[in-house]
């Protein structure tokens, strides 16, 4: 059964390029209400953690060293059918592929910097919500 909840992080290249504001626009744009926000730097050391079940990937030190490089922004958003909606709002992980309109078409630059995380499923959601915030960061 869907869940109303997802989890999304504004990645450093879009935080360096100036882009959350825009892309907070448009997530709120898309229907979805901001539950839990924070601003915050992930040491190396989190970033492997939230990523651990890549681990074994031949990108994992990239990831991890990407996703350390600058501030993030994570969220938790709410709207029915949040985890598949907000999928198709950030579009494609390979921005070229991304469909017009799309966050990912609008903001990213690469496969690799590609502006945006989203959860892949209600499990994962609940996963990386309860990562990032406490019950008591949640509204």
């Given at each position: 059964m869907a869940t109303n909840r997802t989890f999304t992080?504004?990645?450093?290249?879009?935080?360096?390029?100036?882009?959350?504001?825009?892309?907070?626009?448009?997530?709120?744009?898309?229907?979805?209400?901001?539950?839990?926000?924070?601003?915050?730097?992930?040491?190396?050391?989190?970033?492997?953690?939230?990523?651990?079940?890549?681990?074994?990937?031949?990108?994992?030190?990239?990831?991890?060293?990407?996703?350390?490089?600058?501030?993030?922004?994570?969220?938790?958003?709410?709207?029915e059918n949040a985890v598949e909606d907000f999928r198709k709002l950030i579009g494609h992980t390979d921005p070229s592929k991304a469909e017009p309109g799309t966050i990912r078409n609008k903001y990213a630059k690469s496969i690799d910097a590609n502006a945006v995380h989203g959860s892949d499923s209600d499990e994962n959601a609940e996963i990386e919500g309860n990562f990032y915030f406490s019950a008591f960061e949640r509204f």
């Amino acid at each position: 059964m869907a869940t109303n909840r997802t989890f999304t992080m504004i990645k450093p290249d879009a935080v360096k390029n100036g882009h959350t504001g825009a892309i907070l626009n448009d997530i709120i744009a898309g229907g979805f209400k901001i539950v839990a926000m924070k601003y915050t730097h992930l040491s190396a050391e989190k970033a492997g953690e939230f990523y651990a079940v890549h681990k074994e990937r031949p990108f994992y030190g990239e990831l991890v060293d990407f996703m350390s490089s600058g501030p993030i922004v994570a969220a938790i958003l709410e709207k029915e059918n949040a985890v598949e909606d907000f999928r198709k709002l950030i579009g494609h992980t390979d921005p070229s592929k991304a469909e017009p309109g799309t966050i990912r078409n609008k903001y990213a630059k690469s496969i690799d910097a590609n502006a945006v995380h989203g959860s892949d499923s209600d499990e994962n959601a609940e996963i990386e919500g309860n990562f990032y915030f406490s019950a008591f960061e949640r509204f």
